[in-house]
């Protein structure tokens, strides 16, 4: 079965640049995107079709895919950020997710 | 303003059956795909089954095939998840989802509906 695999943690300092990476098998090959989740609150979509924001979602928020690899990019971190992440492919007519990570803003 | 409302959870016994609804608004319910997902506590999300449009396509999560059943009621607006045969491992926040079939992402998710399973 097709699985992706993410960092568990990722620590950033405020203003700089954090890299969230998640890999798959070919998973350049298709649409992933990307979800935003705090403390009890449910999932946000923050990226879709690889680099596309919704509404709402702030510049700061990127998305690449190519390879195996897919990478959402927050640049200047705020405290805000803070948050689970995951990412999210489709693969046989079946949603993936991947394992989460945990941004830490520090 | 979209909106999923998650209802049905609760505490049931191993074995046990509950079922969960969702009732949305805010948008054209019968031309989106829709999904459950789940979480775990403390874990992460898991995608649990989906269903087309008109009702005629469904897919699960191989953990819950032959005893979960996704359905829909497009002139109630409303999506179901028939769960039987419960097991503690089903334990979760259940979520439903609006699923965008262009690219598939899910892009308004309900607030969720606790289901625990424990004797």
């Known amino acids: 079965s097709y699985e992706l695999t993410q960092p568990p943690s990722v620590s950033v300092s405020p203003g700089q640049t954090a890299s969230i990476t998640c890999s798959g098998d070919?998973?350049?090959?298709?649409?992933a995107c990307w979800y935003q989740q705090k403390p009890g609150q449910s999932p946000v979509l923050v990226i879709y079709?690889?680099?596309k924001r919704p509404s709402g979602i702030p510049e700061r928020f990127s998305g690449s895919n190519s390879g195996n690899t897919a990478t959402l990019t927050i640049s200047g971190t705020q405290a805000m950020d803070e948050a689970d992440y995951y990412c999210?492919?489709?693969?046989?007519?079946?949603?993936?997710f991947g394992g989460g990570t945990k941004l830490t803003v520090l | 303003e979209v909106q999923l409302v998650e209802s049905g959870g609760g505490l049931v016994q191993p074995g046990g059956s509950l079922r969960l609804s969702c009732a949305d608004s805010?948008?054209?319910?019968?031309?989106?795909?829709m999904s459950w997902v789940r979480q775990a506590p403390g874990k992460g999300l898991e995608w649990v089954a989906n269903?087309?449009?008109?009702?005629?396509?469904?897919y699960y999560v191989d953990s819950v095939k032959g005893r979960f059943t996704i359905s829909r009621d497009n002139a109630k607006n409303s999506l179901y998840l028939q769960m039987n045969s419960l097991r503690a491992e089903d334990t979760a926040i259940y979520y439903c989802?609006?699923?965008?079939?262009?690219?598939?992402?899910?892009?308004?998710w309900g607030q969720g509906t606790l289901v625990t399973v424990s004797s």
């Open positions: 805010g948008f054209t319910f019968s031309i989106h795909w």
């Open positions: 989802a609006r699923c965008h079939s262009s690219s598939w992402y899910h892009d308004y």
């Open positions: 070919r998973l350049g090959d298709k649409y």
């Open positions: 269903i087309k449009q008109d009702g005629s396509e469904k």
């Open positions: 999210q492919a489709w693969d046989s007519s079946t949603a993936i």
């Open positions: 079709q690889d680099n």
